[in-house]
């Protein structure tokens, strides 16, 4: 299956932030401004890809709304939403019914996506776990890395130069690369559960 426009957007963006920040040798990665350029590319390639991943998983949520709200169809992104939502089983007046419960589950994982503030582990979890991607099916070094990525990011953006680690070119090409990789195997499974047949009961 091929990669969704998300992905590839977010490959063409990356590609030109590393045209515009890193056009130096890396062995010059220790001068002051290359370190700076550095920061900064590590810092916009983090937006993009948080952005990347609140798009991808956005066209999942809005696959699984309009169908049920145009057709009242559950489809399988949303059997695992209803699964992995929380749920009261006392009766009581204030109950709701079916349609009503849907909906607030739409809803609650609508604003879920739209306050994500990371890539870390547990960004990731939150994201594509409830739509139907199998934990185990996750490469768990991949999300070790991402996660390590995230970390740094916030080391950077929340310190100035003079607490941070020096960074060089190619530890930072070499942890993207592997951190797009696994992205890329998130995005074919994203696309593959909107017309999978699994269900989770």
Request: some cysteine; proline content about 3%; hydrophobic content about 40%.
């Amino acid at each position: 299956m091929p990669v969704s426009i998300f992905y590839k957007n977010l490959k063409k963006r990356i590609l030109t932030l590393r045209k515009q920040f890193l056009d130096f040798l890396p062995n010059d990665s220790p001068l002051p401004k290359n370190q700076d350029a550095m920061r900064a590319f590590k810092l916009l390639v983090h937006a993009e890809i948080e952005s990347y991943i609140e798009y991808a998983v956005g066209e999942v949520w809005s696959k699984c709304n309009t169908e049920w709200t145009k057709k009242k169809k559950v489809i399988n992104p949303l059997s695992f939403l209803i699964l992995y939502s929380s749920s009261r089983f006392d009766a009581n007046d204030g109950q709701l019914s079916r349609e009503d419960r849907i909906n607030q589950i739409l809803k609650s994982f609508k604003n879920l996506i739209e306050n994500n503030n990371g890539i870390r582990e547990k960004n990731i979890r939150l994201l594509v776990i409830p739509l139907g991607i199998d934990y185990s099916s996750i490469d768990q070094a991949w999300l070790a890395a991402i996660d390590s990525y995230g970390y740094a990011r916030g080391l950077v953006a929340h310190n100035s130069i003079s607490v941070n680690q020096q960074l060089d070119m190619n530890d930072e090409l070499n942890n993207l690369d592997i951190v797009l990789k696994g992205i890329k195997k998130i995005d074919i499974k994203l696309q593959k559960i909107s017309t999978s047949r699994i269900r989770p009961f």
